[in-house]
């Protein structure tokens, strides 16, 4: 096992696409698709499908469905609700699919705390942040905040693909920011 620039590079890109997840799922699934496509990053050997004409098809779809779904207020909370375990799921696929090099223990080993940790952790506040807004705007303020979350994911999604060091200097700020707000309210109660 070596941990070469290349493998440090790739564990980046995979945690800064697992927080992107975190927003929304499938944004970087996208972004990754088109990226492998374009040979911008390279993928694992059993993960080379994600870069096929027909999974950029479904992935964009599935983006465009998403982004959408997101702007009914009453949906966006139904949505939340599978979008948790989902998240989770695929913030380690978009792991294991980047990670290089490495035994298959750790890659998974990673997969599953980094990746579906983070994905998990961001996806459970954004979910907490919606519901919040809903009770107390009635919905009114959820649009703005699925405006936001969209937009966090394609520039997560950028920055880990295009400039990895920021995008784990952003996980690390949002875990933060996260952190801190959980604390408050904790402290509320």
């Known amino acids: 096992m070596d941990f070469t620039p290349e493998t440090i590079i790739s564990i980046l890109i995979g945690i800064g696409l697992a927080a992107s997840v975190g927003f929304r799922i499938f944004v970087p699934l996208?972004?990754?698709s088109l990226a492998s496509f374009y040979n911008v990053i390279p993928l694992n050997e059993s993960w080379q499908w994600v870069?096929?004409?027909t999974a950029i098809i479904i992935l964009g779809i599935a983006t465009i469905v998403e982004i959408?779904?997101?702007?009914?207020?009453?949906?966006d909370n139904l949505l939340d609700t599978i979008a948790v375990?989902?998240?989770?799921?695929?913030?380690?696929?978009?792991?294991?699919?980047?990670?290089?090099?490495?035994?298959p223990t750790i890659t998974w080993a990673l997969a599953i705390i980094a990746g579906g940790g983070t994905a998990t952790a961001i996806k459970g506040s954004t979910s907490t942040t919606r519901l919040a807004s809903t009770a107390t705007t009635a919905g009114v303020a959820n649009p703005v905040i699925s405006t936001i979350e969209t937009g966090t994911s394609i520039l997560m999604s950028a920055f880990a693909m295009f400039i990895p060091v920021l995008a784990i200097i952003c996980v690390v700020l949002i875990l933060w920011v996260l952190f801190k707000v959980f604390k408050l309210f904790k402290s509320k109660k």
């Open 30 to 32: 996208f972004a990754l």
């Open 51 to 53: 870069g096929s004409s």
């Open 68 to 75: 959408f779904a997101y702007f009914i207020p009453w949906f």
């Open 85 to 103: 375990p989902l998240a989770a799921i695929a913030g380690t696929a978009v792991m294991v699919a980047t990670v290089s090099n490495l035994d």
